[in-house]
T-cell receptor, first 118, second 115 residues
């Protein structure tokens, strides 16, 4: 079955440690995204990538880094510079808009990774 | 810049009652509009979307939303809710141009359906 796989689902880390969250998709989607979700705040975009080896900062990129070496993979590193890293992190993908209207705007989400920094 | 306002953070209702979840947006360009649903500890799933054409859009599980350009609204409605509709609902907007689907989300409305 096609979909997006995020791992790990739950992660505990000590302050000052870098953490990498995995996101893999087998939907053959060009675009991938990382969102952060906090209670009552909705989803805020961290980084997004429209194509391999290219990515752009979203609204809250400080303290995070990403890479896009393969179309299927878009890992997110939460660095020690991120002041409030405890959150629920969601990865998503979508087809390129130029591929047609049928799936226009539809993001496919993974199940999320819940990071708790102790 | 776009923004989305979901006017109610929580909406409690009884089973079989009607419900409306309100969403207003601001944008200087034409938009695509979406409602996503999130069940506890899961990712989001697309519920319905407006791209163009008929301003009333429907989902397979009885929800509908109407795009109102003059009021910049995209309210979500269901005439009779079930316990299983309990979830958080997010309204989102994307601009009508560009080559990606970067969405701006509202803060969400928690719908709780009580027996």
């Amino acid at each position: 079955d096609g979909g997006i796989t995020q791992s790990p689902k739950y992660l505990f880390r000590k302050e000052g440690q870098n953490v990498t969250l995995s996101c893999e998709q087998n939907l053959n989607h060009d675009a991938m995204y990382w969102y952060r979700q906090d209670p009552g705040q909705g989803l805020r975009l961290i980084y997004y990538s429209q194509i391999v080896n290219d990515f752009q900062k979203g609204d809250i990129a400080e303290g995070y880094s990403v890479s896009r070496e393969k179309k299927e993979s878009f890992p997110l590193t939460v660095t020690s510079a991120q002041k409030n890293p405890t959150a629920f992190y969601l990865c998503a993908s979508s087809i390129d808009r130029t591929s047609g209207m049928r799936n226009a705007g539809e993001l496919f989400f993974g199940e999320g990774s819940r990071l708790t920094v102790l | 810049a776009q923004s989305v306002t979901q006017l109610d953070s929580q909406v409690p209702v009884f089973e079989e009652a009607p419900v409306e979840l309100r969403c207003n947006y601001s944008s200087s360009v034409s938009v695509y509009l979406f409602w996503y649903v999130q069940y506890p500890n899961q990712g989001l799933q697309l519920l319905l979307k407006y791209l163009s054409g008929s301003t009333l859009v429907e989902s397979i599980n009885g929800f509908e939303a109407e795009f109102n350009k003059s009021q910049t609204s995209f309210h979500l409605r269901k005439p009779s809710v079930h316990i299983s509709d309990t979830a958080e609902y997010f309204c989102a907007v994307s601009d009508g141009g560009g080559s990606n689907y970067k969405l701006t989300f509202g803060k969400g409305t928690l719908l709780t359906v009580n027996p």
